[in-house]
C-alpha cells in the first residue's frame, strides 16, 4: 500500500514520468514565444490541454522552475553594475578580466549561473531554459507564487474519456482582474442617486 507516498504514479515508473514532466514543461514554456500563423502554433499563448490528474502533477514542476527563474533574475541584476561593456579580448576587457570588480561579478552571477543550469537539467531543452529566463522571469518577477492555473474542461479525451483540463500561466489569460472584482463589490453598497430633469419654464 502506497501510504504516506505523495505523487501519482499515473501507470508508469519513474523514468518515464520524469520524462513526461520534462516535455510537458517545456512545451508549455515554449508556447510563450511563437509566430502567428506558424504550422504547430498554438491556439492561445501559454496554454496547453492535458488530463486533470496530469495537470495536477505538472504544475508543481513547472512552479519550481519559475521560482528558480526569478530568483537568478534578481542575482543577474546584482551583477549587471559590475560588468563591463567592452568587447571580449580587448585590452579594456583583460584589464577588467584580472580585476577585483570581474571576481564581485563572478561571486554575484553565480547564483544565477545555478539556476539556470539546474533548469537545463530539468527540462534538456536550451529553447525553453531561455524563455523560462526571459520573458517568463520578467513576468513573475513581482508575483510571490501561484503562477498557473488549472481549469477543467467539458470536452472528454476521445478513446478512453478521461477528463481533460487546461493547464495556462496567470496574467494574460485572467478573466476578470482583482481589482475590478473590489470595485465591483465596493459600489455594490453605494447609493443610488437619480437625477431627474429640470422643469422647464412656464409660459405665463
Do not use: C
Not at 196 to 204: H, Q, R, V
Amino acid at each position: 500500500m502506497r501510504h504516506r507516498i505523495a505523487g501519482r504514479t499515473l501507470g508508469r515508473n519513474a523514468s518515464h514520468r520524469h520524462a513526461m514532466f520534462r516535455n510537458m514543461a517545456a512545451s508549455l514554456i515554449k508556447t510563450v514565444r511563437f509566430e502567428e500563423g506558424a504550422e504547430g502554433a498554438p491556439k492561445v499563448a501559454g496554454r496547453i490541454i492535458t488530463t486533470v490528474a496530469k495537470a495536477k502533477e505538472l504544475r508543481p514542476y513547472i512552479e519550481k522552475l519559475i521560482t528558480m527563474a526569478r530568483k537568478a533574475k534578481v542575482s543577474d541584476a546584482k551583477a549587471e553594475p559590475l560588468a563591463t561593456k567592452a568587447a571580449r579580448n580587448t585590452e579594456e576587457w583583460k584589464t577588467w578580466r584580472q580585476s577585483k570588480q570581474w571576481q564581485d561579478w563572478a561571486q554575484a552571477r553565480a547564483a544565477g549561473v545555478n539556476y539556470r543550469r539546474r533548469a537545463f537539467a530539468l527540462l534538456r531543452d536550451q529553447e525553453a531554459v531561455d524563455i523560462l529566463f526571459g520573458p517568463l522571469a520578467t513576468q513573475f518577477a513581482d508575483r510571490q507564487g501561484g503562477y498557473t492555473r488549472i481549469l477543467r474542461i467539458a470536452d472528454r479525451r476521445l478513446g478512453d474519456g478521461g477528463q481533460q483540463a487546461l493547464v495556462e500561466f496567470v496574467g494574460k489569460n485572467d478573466r476578470r482582474k482583482r481589482g475590478q472584482k473590489k470595485a465591483r463589490a465596493a459600489g455594490a453598497g453605494a447609493p443610488v442617486v437619480v437625477e431627474t430633469p429640470a422643469e422647464a419654464p412656464s409660459a405665463g
